[in-house]
C-alpha cells in the first residue's frame, strides 16, 4: 500500500466521521439556538435549562438516524475490507 491510498483512506475516514457525526451537531446546536433565544426572551438564565432538552433531542435523533449510521459505517467497513483483502492477494 503506498501514501496515495493511505491518505485516500484517511480522507474517506473523516468524511464517513462527518456524515455521520453533522446531523447530531446540527440538530444540537438548532436545539441550544432555540433554547437560548428561548431564554433571551423570557429573562431566564438557568443553566440547566439547555441540559436537558438537548440530551432528549440527541436521543430520539439517535433513534431515527441510526440506519443510516449503521449503513454508512458498514458500506466504510467493507471498503476497508475489500482493500485489505486486495493486498492481501496482490502480495503472493
Do not use: Y
Request: hydrophobic share 55%; aromatic share 8%.
Amino acid at each position: 500500500m503506498d501514501s496515495p491510498e493511505v491518505v485516500e483512506i484517511g480522507r474517506h475516514a473523516l468524511i464517513v466521521f462527518l456524515k455521520i457525526a453533522m446531523p447530531l451537531m446540527s440538530i444540537s446546536l438548532l436545539v441550544g439556538l432555540i433554547i437560548s433565544l428561548f431564554q433571551a426572551l423570557t429573562q431566564i438564565q438557568e443553566q440547566t435549562l439547555t441540559f436537558v432538552p438537548k440530551v432528549l433531542v440527541i436521543f430520539v435523533s439517535l433513534i431515527f438516524l441510526m440506519p443510516f449510521m449503521l449503513h454508512t459505517l458498514t458500506d466504510f467497513t467493507d471498503e476497508i475490507n475489500s482493500r485489505i483483502v486486495s493486498i492481501g492477494t496482490s502480495d503472493e
